[in-house]
Protein backbone atom coordinates (compact mmCIF):
# COMPACT_ATOMS: atom_id res chain seq x y z
CA UNK A 1 0.00 0.00 0.00
CA UNK A 2 1.10 3.69 -0.51
CA UNK A 3 -0.23 6.50 1.29
CA UNK A 4 -0.53 9.77 -0.31
CA UNK A 5 -0.98 13.01 1.54
CA UNK A 6 -1.86 16.50 -0.52
CA UNK A 7 -0.94 20.33 0.61
CA UNK A 8 -0.78 23.59 -0.71
CA UNK A 9 -4.04 24.22 -1.89
CA UNK A 10 -5.72 27.69 -0.64
CA UNK A 11 -7.41 30.61 -1.83
CA UNK A 12 -5.73 32.67 -5.00
CA UNK A 13 -6.70 35.88 -6.95
CA UNK A 14 -6.98 35.22 -10.56
CA UNK A 15 -3.71 35.74 -12.13
CA UNK A 16 -1.71 33.95 -8.55
CA UNK A 17 0.19 30.97 -8.52
CA UNK A 18 0.06 27.70 -5.82
CA UNK A 19 1.81 25.01 -5.12
CA UNK A 20 0.96 21.65 -4.71
CA UNK A 21 2.75 19.16 -3.04
CA UNK A 22 2.20 15.16 -2.08
CA UNK A 23 4.02 13.05 -0.09
CA UNK A 24 3.98 9.34 -0.77
CA UNK A 25 5.12 6.81 1.82
CA UNK A 26 4.58 2.94 2.44
CA UNK A 27 5.41 0.93 -0.14
CA UNK A 28 7.21 4.06 -2.92
CA UNK A 29 9.33 1.68 -4.15
CA UNK A 30 6.81 0.24 -6.20
CA UNK A 31 5.42 3.21 -7.45
CA UNK A 32 5.39 4.03 -11.89
CA UNK A 33 3.67 6.71 -12.02
CA UNK A 34 1.28 9.58 -9.93
CA UNK A 35 -0.57 12.34 -10.82
CA UNK A 36 -3.06 15.17 -9.83
CA UNK A 37 -6.35 15.05 -11.16
CA UNK A 38 -9.49 17.76 -9.83
CA UNK A 39 -12.94 17.69 -9.07
CA UNK A 40 -15.10 20.66 -9.36
CA UNK A 41 -18.59 20.78 -8.07
CA UNK A 42 -21.18 18.98 -9.92
CA UNK A 43 -18.23 17.68 -12.68
CA UNK A 44 -16.46 14.22 -12.72
CA UNK A 45 -13.00 14.15 -11.64
CA UNK A 46 -10.43 14.41 -14.41
CA UNK A 47 -6.79 13.90 -14.66
CA UNK A 48 -5.07 16.99 -14.90
CA UNK A 49 -1.00 16.85 -15.32
CA UNK A 50 1.08 12.66 -14.54
CA UNK A 51 4.60 12.12 -14.19
CA UNK A 52 6.22 8.83 -14.80
CA UNK A 53 8.29 8.14 -11.56
CA UNK A 54 11.22 6.72 -12.84
CA UNK A 55 12.05 8.63 -16.49
CA UNK A 56 9.98 11.47 -15.60
CA UNK A 57 8.38 11.74 -18.55
CA UNK A 58 5.50 14.10 -17.97
CA UNK A 59 1.53 14.61 -19.28
CA UNK A 60 -0.30 17.57 -19.60
CA UNK A 61 -4.27 17.71 -20.14
CA UNK A 62 -4.31 20.60 -22.93
CA UNK A 63 -6.11 22.89 -20.40
CA UNK A 64 -3.17 23.33 -18.41
CA UNK A 65 -0.67 23.17 -20.76
CA UNK A 66 1.66 26.43 -20.05
CA UNK A 67 0.70 27.40 -16.83
CA UNK A 68 1.11 24.29 -14.69
CA UNK A 69 4.23 22.07 -14.22
CA UNK A 70 4.30 18.92 -12.49
CA UNK A 71 7.19 17.32 -11.21
CA UNK A 72 8.82 14.94 -8.82
CA UNK A 73 11.21 14.52 -6.25
CA UNK A 74 12.47 10.25 -5.95
CA UNK A 75 14.95 10.63 -3.04
CA UNK A 76 12.17 12.31 -0.51
CA UNK A 77 8.83 10.68 -2.85
CA UNK A 78 7.54 13.63 -2.99
CA UNK A 79 5.36 15.42 -6.06
CA UNK A 80 4.84 18.70 -6.79
CA UNK A 81 1.97 20.77 -8.85
CA UNK A 82 3.21 24.23 -9.90
CA UNK A 83 0.28 26.23 -10.71
CA UNK A 84 0.50 29.58 -12.32
CA UNK A 85 -1.93 32.01 -13.89
CA UNK A 86 -4.50 30.51 -12.10
CA UNK A 87 -8.29 31.17 -13.38
CA UNK A 88 -11.46 30.53 -11.74
CA UNK A 89 -12.62 27.79 -13.56
CA UNK A 90 -9.33 25.94 -11.83
CA UNK A 91 -11.16 26.06 -8.86
CA UNK A 92 -11.90 22.29 -7.29
CA UNK A 93 -10.85 20.05 -5.09
CA UNK A 94 -7.32 18.25 -6.13
CA UNK A 95 -6.46 14.87 -5.45
CA UNK A 96 -3.20 13.42 -5.85
CA UNK A 97 -2.94 9.55 -7.20
CA UNK A 98 -0.55 7.09 -7.46
CA UNK A 99 -0.20 3.54 -9.49
CA UNK A 100 2.10 0.79 -8.87
CA UNK A 101 2.09 -0.28 -12.72
CA UNK A 102 1.95 1.54 -15.97
CA UNK A 103 -1.21 0.87 -17.67
CA UNK A 104 -1.69 0.99 -21.45
CA UNK A 105 -4.42 2.84 -21.61
CA UNK A 106 -3.59 5.83 -18.75
CA UNK A 107 -1.38 7.74 -18.17
CA UNK A 108 -2.22 7.23 -14.71
CA UNK A 109 -5.24 5.57 -13.62
CA UNK A 110 -5.09 5.96 -9.76
CA UNK A 111 -4.75 2.93 -7.57
CA UNK A 112 -3.91 5.10 -4.59
CA UNK A 113 -5.85 8.55 -3.92
CA UNK A 114 -4.46 11.17 -1.58
CA UNK A 115 -7.45 12.71 0.76
CA UNK A 116 -7.94 15.86 -1.75
CA UNK A 117 -6.58 19.57 -0.74
CA UNK A 118 -9.40 22.48 -2.39
CA UNK A 119 -7.81 25.09 -4.71
CA UNK A 120 -10.42 28.00 -4.67
CA UNK A 121 -9.22 30.97 -7.65
CA UNK A 122 -11.35 34.29 -7.21
CA UNK A 123 -12.45 36.61 -9.70
Known amino acids: QVQLVESGGGLVQAGGSLRLSCAASGRTASLQAMGWFRQAPGKERELVAGVRWISGRTYYKDFVKGRFTISRDNAKNLMYLQMNSLKPEDTAVYYC????????????????WGQGTQVTVSS
Open 97 to 112: AADPIIYSDYFVRGEY
